[in-house]
């Protein structure tokens, strides 16, 4: 991009941020957390369940207050932000939501008026925005219909058109695509990664589905118990998980990998980051090693067209030929890490 | 049949369809902001406020358990002051009123439940002021269930206005109690019945068919 300073430009920053909701049982929902959100991209925030990343999104337009901790929009702490500062940042923060949320009881056309008169558009602009953010997610034809009559697919764009016609910053969307089948959930992911390529939007996407990351997000937060247990690009999270929870969010398939193997095998996950992909390393290793590993689960992914993939395979009883297939993999560039006793949750090894 | 004085009926009706009617618009007055102050101040609403909650549904529930009847004798001063009589038509919207507000705001309350939270969030991330949450987002969408409640507030202000009958109110309900009841005129205490059921029925239809027409969910 030319305007690399814009691009490294800070839109959000969560400095060492705590949420405990008091009460007869106190919950930590959000334990030390501290993550940076650059201008233009398209942030995921993953977590199963109970993660707190619901609670982590509505600290950013301050639906939720911090316990400890800052959240900085654009530089400045919405803790600082007196009632009328506060209404301004949050017209600049779009959000859509699993249930859409809209006004049942209004039509589509007046659902977007609605937030255009919150954030004190001139009326006679209303219609000229309605029929362009209507345009933008296609819904021309629906301007007067009432959400009762839509699809769930078409509610999402009717909540998108409504968060977008303020002209905000950023989008936030709590499990927007939960609710909703996978290809309208992809219809609706490729509207947002339009809107962020368009309108130069920063998308912030909290879901539970490794699959909603894969297809739009540029980085991505892993949260699990109130923390962030790792981040960064989202092809990094597929190369190197590095931790169990993600592990298990990025190859959910591979999470009883104990049961592979009953005879007690070393057991090796081997991880190909598209380069390599294409290489037949498991034929080229019994070829010109003579060793031979069994597979026992593979499992491959096209993230933003390359190919990604893992392999778990189980190594020959014998050391040395063990030692042998790891040097080999070592040798071609596989990320390749040791799982002991067919334990998952050990300390990776890299190979 | 022969000897009913159907113009004395007819007046009767005018006088219950005036008492009820403004009542009811008395009632929404002060029973409608009412409600959505304790919507608003409960616990988990858009203000909270314990205080001012507590002390708001102490009074709307300790008015609602005092018997209809009983409130229309102890209001007399009130009525005498506000009237200048208790005696008539007038004289029984003042109890009439003041008895419907407390269901009122309850209803008005209970209907503003139905009104998910996610609005009241969605409207709050659009950066909504709570007088506009409330305006913009929650009465629209509560307005079906306010109407249908609005339905069901008539029936019962209907029934209060012909216990009014009893201590000198006018209506339906006083002829069918001093001319049906007391002088034995059963065909009297029939025909004004009928009329009152039909009314009822009238009101909740139409209550019911406004409240459907204006839902779309």
New interface residues.
Partial sequence: MSDKRLDDDVIFKLENVTKVFEGDNKVVALDNVSLQINRGDIYGIIGMSGAGKSTLVRTL?R?EDVSEGAVLFEGRDLKSLN?SE??????G???I?Q?F??????TVDKNIK??L???DVPKSEHDKIVDKMLKIVGLEDKKYA???QLSGGQKQRVAIA?ALS?NPKVI?CDEATSALDPNITAEILDLLKRINSEFKVTIIIITHEMSVVEAICDKVAVLNGGRIVENGPVKELFVNPKSEITRRLVYPESVALNSFDSEGRKCLRLVFDGTEASHPIIAELAAKKGVTVSILNANTKSIGGVGFGQMVVALPNDVNEAKVAVEYFKEAGVFAEEIEELDDSKDAISA | MAGIDWNFIWEGFLQTMEMVVVSTIFAYIVGLPLGVILSVSKKGGLAPNRVLYNILAFVVNVSRSIPFLIFLVVLIPLTRLIVGTSIGTEATIVPLTFGAIPIVARMVEASLEEVGNGIVEAALALGAKKREVVVNFILPEAFPSLLQGAAINFVTILGYSAMAGFIGGGGLGAIAYQHGFIRYKTDILMVTVIILVVIVWAGQELGLKLASRARHS
């Fill in positions: 337009n639906l009632k506060l209404r301004n940042v949050r017209q923060i779009g959000m939501f249930g949320n809209l006004l049942n009881q209004r609605t937030a008169k919150i954030a009432y959400p009762a409504r303020t936030l």
